[in-house]
Nanobody, 125 residues
Framework: VKPVESGGGSVQAGGSLRLSCAVSTYAFSRRCMGWFRQAPGKEREGVSMISSGGSTAYADSVQGRFIISRDNAANTLYLQMSSLKAEDSAMYYC????????????????????WGQGTQVTVSS
C-alpha cells in the first residue's frame, strides 16, 4: 500500500487547490482514508477523513471550506480546498488504514498504517 499525493502548490489567499492521492492497493474501497497536515514547528493535525461507507469528518478549522471525496474505481482520494488561508500552508499527507483495522474511522493518526510522502501547500496572504 503506497499512497502518492499530488496537486499541491502555491496559491494566493482565497484561492483553491485540489489534492489527489493515488493508492496502489486492492480493496481500496474498504479502507478508511484521511488527510493530515503539518506546518513547520507545529504538530501534525488531522484535516479530514472518509470512511469506506462514505461518512466524512473535518477539522473545525477547515469545515465548510474543504471537501473530501473518494473514487473507489480509480483508487484515488481527493481533497478539494477552497477559500484557502495562510494558516492552511503545510505539508499535506494522505493516509490509509490497514485492511485489518476494525476500529472507528476517525481522525486519529495512530489508526492509519500507511502514509504518503506529502505534497506542499503554500498560501500567500
Amino acid at each position: 500500500v503506497k499512497p502518492v499525493e499530488s496537486g499541491g502548490g502555491s496559491v494566493q489567499a482565497g484561492g483553491s487547490l485540489r489534492l489527489s492521492c493515488a493508492v496502489s492497493t486492492y480493496a481500496f474501497s474498504r479502507r478508511c482514508m484521511g488527510w493530515f497536515r503539518q506546518a513547520p514547528g507545529k504538530e501534525r493535525e488531522g484535516v479530514s477523513m472518509i470512511s469506506s461507507g462514505g461518512s466524512t469528518a473535518y477539522a473545525d478549522s477547515v469545515q465548510g471550506r474543504f471537501i473530501i471525496s473518494r473514487d473507489n474505481a480509480a483508487n484515488t482520494l481527493y481533497l478539494q480546498m477552497s477559500s484557502l488561508k495562510a494558516e492552511d500552508s503545510a505539508m499535506y499527507y494522505c493516509a490509509s488504514t490497514g485492511l485489518g483495522f476494525s476500529g472507528v474511522c476517525a481522525l486519529v493518526a495512530d489508526n492509519f498504517a500507511y502514509w504518503g510522502q506529502g505534497t506542499q501547500v503554500t498560501v500567500s496572504s
